[in-house]
């Protein structure tokens, strides 16, 4: 099942331009973590939060997390060309056997 | 850092026979990996959790006589689509977990493309 879902499903910017990604999830987590998917690739992991942070930074990358809401938000400042991919956020909950569970995901387009 | 490896990487079989997919963690142990399949354009769907010396663990709605799932060893776990047909063409991708201490880490493999004609 699905545990998240993300918004806006497709998003089109020129490059540097910043990119704002959002995920909302149903359930108490333990993390939340974001990937990038290049079409047709496999994952790639690019940064982790867990439930009690509110904000995380990896290069461009920024993150912020609202457990009150069950939100999260995924910047990406100054955007290249080589952004374009999929995002996904995913779901760490333990007491479900600590599986992973993804939300839709995100289809960035940058446009150089 | 820790490298999950699928093979093969693409596939084509026909309809009716059956296709195994291995999921091998390179340089570190897993007692638990999970396949997800993924529809184009679309996002990742849990399958099953694969448990080592254990039967696995199906989602709901997937069919466990299907999808057989194998973890015969720690570093080892295989999916086999039995009598496959054209709508279980999909790309298939597995994970392994190393439990780092309160959060667990995960390393995903690149994937598998079964194409079922």
């Known amino acids: 099942s699905q545990q998240g879902e993300e918004d806006p499903q497709a998003l089109s910017i020129q490059e540097g331009e910043n990119a704002t990604m959002n995920c909302s999830y149903k359930?108490?987590?333990?993390?939340l973590q974001w990937y990038r998917q290049n079409s047709g690739r496999g994952l790639v992991h690019l940064i982790l939060?867990?439930?009690?942070?509110r904000e995380k930074h990896s290069g461009r990358l920024r993150v912020t997390l609202d457990t009150s809401k069950k939100s999260s938000s995924l910047l990406i400042t100054a955007s290249r060309a080589a952004d374009t991919a999929s995002y996904f956020c995913a779901t760490l909950i333990y007491n479900q056997g600590g599986k992973l569970i993804f939300g839709q995901g995100t289809e960035l387009s940058v446009k150089p | 850092g820790a490298v999950v490896s699928q093979h093969p990487s693409r596939v084509i079989c026909k309809s009716g026979t059956s296709v195994k997919i291995e999921c091998r963690s390179l340089d570190f142990q897993a007692t638990t990996m999970f396949w997800y399949r993924q529809f184009p354009k679309k996002s990742l769907m849990l399958m099953a959790t694969s448990n080592e010396g254990s039967k696995a663990t199906y989602e709901q709605g997937v069919e466990k006589d299907k999808f057989l799932i194998n973890h015969a060893s720690l570093t080892l776990s295989t999916l086999t689509v039995t009598s496959a047909h054209p709508e279980d063409s999909s790309f298939y991708i597995c994970?392994?977990?190393?439990?780092?201490?309160?959060?667990?880490?995960?390393?995903f493999g690149p994937g598998t493309r079964l194409t079922v004609t």
């Open positions: 359930t108490s987590i333990n993390n």
């Open positions: 994970s392994a977990r190393v439990e780092t201490g309160p959060n667990y880490e995960q390393y």
């Open positions: 939060i867990r439930s009690n942070e």
